[in-house]
């Protein structure tokens, strides 16, 4: 999801290809179109199944494991439609057996230990995702980040005082009882302009935020005359 310079794509830069138009489509967006920076293409292995992401504190050897959280890339209803930067998330995610979940923080404490044989000092967040396919949880990609839109799900479920424990981490010294995850269940639903993740006019006004029950979270918005109107 990196573009050829360095910049990220914003989660955009993949394409998931189920016939050989799709395929041929998105290598003239990368090599031709140049939409992604100086043209590279990496081919991966295809998986099947629901996507997971697990989320961990990290200081040199000694982490947290926090709550997983299953986010939503395709545009459209039923996993259909281009990738996107997420349309929505929740968490927990009931569909993680449990052996599924020891599985994949098996590989994340595996991660953990070759970062250290390396000689790697690493302060901050380290995010697995997982592909749950009939032969168990396979690593789609790591992020040295939290996700968008997954931390808008995972972060209302984090108990204790996280400002401490991110101060903790920063200066190497992580505690377990920093962060707790409460039982409390969150959903994030996407709201995008018209014809997102491709071209869209921006500009427009963005209604129904006053009085609003729900957390409201925003992303390339900003105030124009007093009001609130898409920007990106």
Do not use: W
């Not at 070759?114 to 168990?136: H, N, P």
């Amino acid at each position: 999801t990196e573009q050829g310079d360095g910049r990220l794509a914003a989660g955009k830069g993949v394409a998931v290809c189920m016939s050989k138009e799709e395929a041929d489509s998105f290598l003239k967006e990368v090599f031709t179109d140049r939409r992604f920076g100086e043209g590279r293409l990496l081919v991966e292995e295809f998986l099947t199944g629901p996507e997971v992401s697990i989320f961990g504190a990290l200081v040199d050897d000694h982490y947290l494991i926090l709550c997983p959280a299953r986010d939503y890339k395709r545009l459209k209803e039923g996993d259909a439609g281009p990738n996107t930067g997420g349309m929505g998330v929740y968490s927990p995610v009931p569909i993680v057996t449990d052996e599924e979940h020891a599985t994949m923080v098996e590989v994340m404490e595996q991660t953990v230990a070759e970062l250290a044989a390396e000689g790697i000092t690493y302060s901050g967040c380290l995010y697995g995702g997982f592909m749950l396919t009939k032969d168990g949880p396979k690593v789609l990609e790591f992020n040295a980040r939290f996700g968008d839109p997954e931390t808008e799900a995972v972060l209302p479920r984090l108990g204790g005082d996280f400002a401490t424990a991110l101060l903790h981490a920063a200066t190497g010294c992580l505690k377990p009882g920093d962060v707790v995850v409460k039982d409390a269940y969150a959903a994030t639903v996407i709201m995008a302009s018209g014809g997102y993740p491709g071209s869209y006019e921006k500009g427009k006004v963005i209604t129904g935020l006053e009085n609003n029950p729900a957390l409201v979270f925003h992303c390339g918005t900003k105030m124009v005359d007093g009001r609130v109107v898409t920007a990106g």
